[in-house]
């Protein structure tokens, strides 16, 4: 089974600190996304990543920055966190290069005060 | 911009009905959609998927439908029991371009199973 493991699962910051969630993945696939979740909007891509170094925007980036400097670790950084930015976020594998199919962690609550 | 919706955001059923979640989209290129199931404080679970080539798929006790004309898509539970009690996403994607660029999600409809 994949395996995907978000930290941390729960902060709570204050407006203006920065802050990086972890996603790692221990079975080398390709490639990983960040998505937001908030009340009316569903989830929402922030980035994606196709392979070591390489990155991308989704709808929602602003605000965001990735890294993955090595296949099994995917970061999100908010360098200032504003209130806006309170929202579970959740990291994603695909599966397959033949599918869609997004496999999910658990997710990440992170609260801006 | 291309979106994918739902029309409507909670839905309630008696216990051992059948149950129907609609889920429009717009985007003519997609071909392949995904329903996902939440349950709260978890991430979203795969439930069934479809591409564009079929217009049926059936599943352990789930079915998708999609409408290709009219850009519809929906998802059939039978004999609904209190464990699907969540909220269901549809998402769609263009995976024959690429598709590195992951899903496009609906807001969610909850589904509610009445005793």
């Known amino acids: 089974d994949a395996g995907i493991t978000q930290s941390p699962r729960h902060k709570v910051t204050e407006t203006g600190t920065p802050v990086t969630l972890r996603c790692h993945q221990t079975?080398?696939?390709?490639?990983m996304y960040w998505y937001r979740q908030d009340p009316g909007h569903g989830l929402r891509l922030i980035h994606y990543?196709?392979?070591?170094?390489?990155?991308d925007k989704g709808e929602v980036s602003d605000g965001y920055s990735v890294s993955r400097s090595k296949t099994e670790d995917f970061l999100l950084t908010l360098e200032s966190a504003t209130s806006s930015q309170t929202s579970v976020y959740f990291c994603?594998?695909?599966?397959?290069?033949?599918?869609?199919?997004?496999?999910f962690g658990e997710g990440s609550r992170l609260t801006v005060l | 911009g291309e979106s994918v919706g739902l029309h409507l955001p909670t839905l309630s059923v008696q216990e051992g009905d059948n149950s129907i979640i609609n889920c429009a989209y717009s985007?003519?290129?997609?071909?392949?959609f995904i329903w996902y199931k939440q349950e709260s404080g978890k991430g979203p679970q795969f439930i069934i998927d479809?591409?564009?080539n079929m217009d049926k798929r059936q599943g352990q006790r789930v079915t998708v439908l999609l409408n290709k004309t009219v850009k519809h898509l929906s998802l059939q539970i039978a004999a609904t029991q209190p464990g699907d009690s969540a909220v269901y996403f549809c998402a769609e994607s263009s995976i024959w371009g690429g598709g590195a660029d992951g899903l496009t999600f609906g807001k969610g409809t909850h589904l509610i199973i009445q005793p």
């Open positions: 985007n003519s290129a997609s071909d392949y």
């Open positions: 994603a594998i695909r599966l397959a290069a033949n599918t869609g199919e997004l496999f």
């Open positions: 990543s196709y392979g070591v170094k390489d990155t």
């Open positions: 479809i591409r564009s």
């Open positions: 079975e080398n696939h390709r490639y």
